[in-house]
């Protein structure tokens, strides 16, 4: 073959490819695609000026006639510059000179575009509006436009993280729930991160979402995340925090089930979080339990965790004050040194909780019974530190738990009050001595009581009956060389003490702990300093209308510490139960002296001691006066003065006014309506006839047709307001 059929061979193959990309491409530039073959297959073999002649037949065959001289060299089409020189009547070079053009420039553009390594992306939709008129353009962007430019930057777990952080830190745990799951999980498809869990579960924990914090747990397993000791906290503080303690401990049991299948390693502070979910939720056995496997475990039971023992021991009202004593004298014992949260988790045990049984509590917080559990604890804690090793501080510890534990549970306690000895707070002087140790028939399981009762019989026949006297609590004039102990100390001096009695009030327990004086110099020994909330507690539990009561201002002064509004509330409620009105006025004053305002809650005070009907409308005007609608636990406290009183005309009245101020009923104050229109049990209003009772008929006709008018408060789900709604359109 020769080279002149060569070149005709060349020429046909590229005549073919320009007709198959005009074919497939109908809306480009064949001029483009036929540069770009020509740099791509240069025919070097050929004389530039018969590829050129060759070339320019060709195109001019298929429509391409007024052609510029970039086409040759391998430049686009300018198709501007072509419709200007037209205009113009400009006359294309002479063929010599256009050779000779592209001699020099041929292949130099291959070179210079061969060495690029970033290209821009395009499509064909963006080519052809490169070609097309502005106008047609603009049209077919408003009618559809096809071009839909996505977001620049993607949002990281992390930037979630501190974006859900911040809303629950504001009290938004709703948006932060709703951002995880719609934003950062269906929207932009990011795989969550342990830290975006814990934070969710953390603050579902807080209040009380127990539900959706181990649906985010559940959740977690199922990406395969590996939780934290941080996940396992905030859950087991969720169990603590949820508002059904039921469910709370079954899910608490269950959580300590899988982690202990699994075994897997907690640290202290899960462990206190899974302790205090036992405490809240009443389950003080499972608690040593757990008290155990700190132990176990290798940690130190530090002040933190007899704190939250101390918690459980509060849920028990009958026992919880002699049980928080016991583990506050355990605590001292191991040298471990009380903060001012256990001191008021100590006076709020001596506010709600009582002694249970008196001979039990004698003998173990005061008699010999506590020294034998003493002694043996001592013989058993030496046989364990005469091993070597490092487990014999652990088998000491467990010891220490193991013997309190029978202190807290060995004696039952439940038994009716085995014997009357000289009871602190109580009158004696018309009781003889035989009546004070006069016991009742035991049952025959309880050995062990009529041994305790027993010997506090005998012990107190040897005691004249001169040395006999009643300690009362915040007394003021004790005879001489009267010893008062405090039962916070580790030793007792017993001297002139015989036993404790009933401790029936707070006043009374707080006698056992050094009265007022005696516990604040107990925390300044300590080295703690008291807070409000110490005080407030302080308000609750003393004397009312006694000198530490009127002192506790001047105390409070003397510490620094300000007083606030639920300081004198606590005042107000105790004068109103007493059923002072007029005292309990009279702080209002005080209160704003202080620079502080009555709220609410301070009018519900005053509402307890509204008994008199002139007294509690008199109240609401005076709410209403002071620019503030009386909201529904108002009328409830005054309900229930009403009810008790059966006055039916001061009931009306309330119901009348909340009417008028539109305030709806919630189940509370149903309950006590429905419970003052029902006759007495045995009254048959038919057979005997009582006037003071006949009104109720009055108040019955009233009442059906208030509830007729009235909307009543449907109680909100304690979940509802941190519930997620879904966004589905509403169809019309």
Not at 443 to 470: C, N, T
């Amino acid at each position: 073959m020769t080279w002149l059929g060569f070149l005709h061979l060349q020429h046909y193959r590229m005549y073919l490819s320009l007709r198959l990309c005009s074919s497939l491409y109908p809306y480009q530039s064949p001029v483009r695609h036929l540069s770009a073959l020509m740099r791509s297959n240069p025919i070097r073999a050929v004389p530039p000026r018969s590829v050129t002649h060759q070339r320019t037949l060709l195109l001019r065959k298929h429509g391409w006639t007024n052609l510029p001289r970039m086409v040759c060299s391998g430049q686009s089409v300018n198709t501007e510059g072509r419709q200007s020189q037209a205009a113009q009547g400009q006359k294309s070079l002479p063929a010599s000179s256009e050779e000779e053009t592209d001699l020099k420039g041929f292949g130099e553009r291959g070179k210079v575009y061969s060495s690029r390594r970033h290209f821009r992306k395009s499509s064909l939709e963006l080519e052809d509006s490169r070609y097309s008129d502005t106008e047609d353009q603009n049209k077919e962007d408003i009618i559809s436009p096809k071009v839909r430019w996505k977001p620049g930057r993607r949002n990281t777990t992390y930037w979630y993280f501190l974006q859900c952080k911040t809303l629950i830190k504001e009290n938004k745990l709703t948006e932060a729930l709703d951002m995880f799951e719609t934003r950062m999980v269906k929207e932009e498809r990011l795989l969550p991160e342990e830290y975006n869990y814990t934070v969710l579960i953390g603050g579902c924990g807080r209040v009380g979402y127990l539900k959706k914090a181990f649906q985010l747990y559940n959740d977690m397993k199922k990406r395969a995340v590996i939780p934290s000791d941080a996940t396992y906290t905030a859950l087991f503080n969720a169990c603590a925090e949820s508002p059904w303690k039921e469910s709370g401990l079954q899910f608490a049991s269950k959580l300590r089930e899988e982690l202990s299948s699994k075994n897997i390693h907690l640290n202290l502070i899960t462990y206190h979080a899974m302790l205090k979910a036992y405490a809240v939720c009443s389950d003080l056995k499972a608690c040593f339990n757990v008290l155990r496997e700190i132990v176990h475990s290798g940690h130190k039971m530090n002040v933190e965790t007899f704190s939250t023992l101390m918690i459980g021991c509060i849920k028990d009202t009958k026992n919880g004050f002699r049980y928080s004593l016991q583990i506050w004298r355990e605590m001292l014992k191991l040298g471990v040194q009380p903060d001012a949260k256990s001191y008021n988790l100590l006076l709020r045990a001596t506010r709600d909780c009582g002694i249970g049984n008196p001979a039990v509590a004698s003998q173990l917080l005061l008699g010999e019974e506590g020294e034998v559990w003493q002694l043996k604890q001592q013989r058993r804690v030496q046989r364990v530190k005469g091993q070597r090793g490092t487990k014999s501080s652990k088998n000491a510890t467990t010891l220490v738990v193991g013997l309190l534990e029978d202190q807290l549970f060995g004696l039952t306690s439940d038994q009716p009050t085995s014997c009357r000895l000289s009871e602190l707070g109580a009158n004696h002087n018309n009781e003889t001595l035989s009546n004070l140790t006069e016991a009742p028939n035991l049952p025959s399981s309880d050995g062990q009581e009529k041994e305790l009762v027993s010997r506090g019989a005998h012990s107190l026949e040897l005691i004249p009956r001169s040395q006999i006297f009643p300690v009362d609590s915040d007394s003021g004039e004790l005879p001489q060389n009267a010893y008062l102990p405090n039962l916070l100390d580790i030793q007792i001096n017993k001297k002139n003490l015989i036993s404790l009695g009933t401790v029936a009030t707070p006043p009374d327990r707080l006698a056992l702990i050094g009265y007022l004086s005696g516990f604040l110099n107990k925390m300044k020994e300590d080295g703690v300093v008291p807070d409000i909330k110490t005080f407030t507690m302080l308000a609750e539990v003393v004397e009312p209308n006694s000198q530490s009561e009127s002192s506790l201002l001047a105390l409070m002064d003397e510490h620094g510490v300000k007083p606030d509004i639920s300081f004198f509330n606590t005042f107000i409620r105790k004068k109103s139960r007493l059923g002072d009105l007029e005292g309990a006025k009279a702080l209002l004053p005080v209160l704003v002296e202080r620079g502080l305002s009555p709220t609410m809650h301070t009018f519900c005070n005053l509402a307890i001691a509204c008994r008199k009907e002139n007294d509690g409308l008199k109240l609401l005007h005076d709410i209403k006066m002071s620019g503030v609608t009386p909201n529904v636990n108002v009328y409830s406290t005054l309900i229930n003065n009403a009810a008790k009183q059966l006055d039916y005309v001061y009931l009306t009245n309330i119901l009348q006014d909340m009417a008028r101020n539109q305030v709806q009923p919630n189940e509370v104050v149903l309950r006590q309506l429905e419970f003052a229109v029902k006759y007495p049990p045995k009254f048959d209003k038919y057979k005997s006839k009582n006037t003071y009772l006949e009104k109720i008929d009055g108040f019955r006709g009233y009442y059906y047709r208030w509830l007729n008018f009235m909307p009543a408060a449907e109680t909100p789900h304690p979940w509802e307001k941190y519930r997620i709604k879904s966004h589905v359109p509403v169809r019309e």
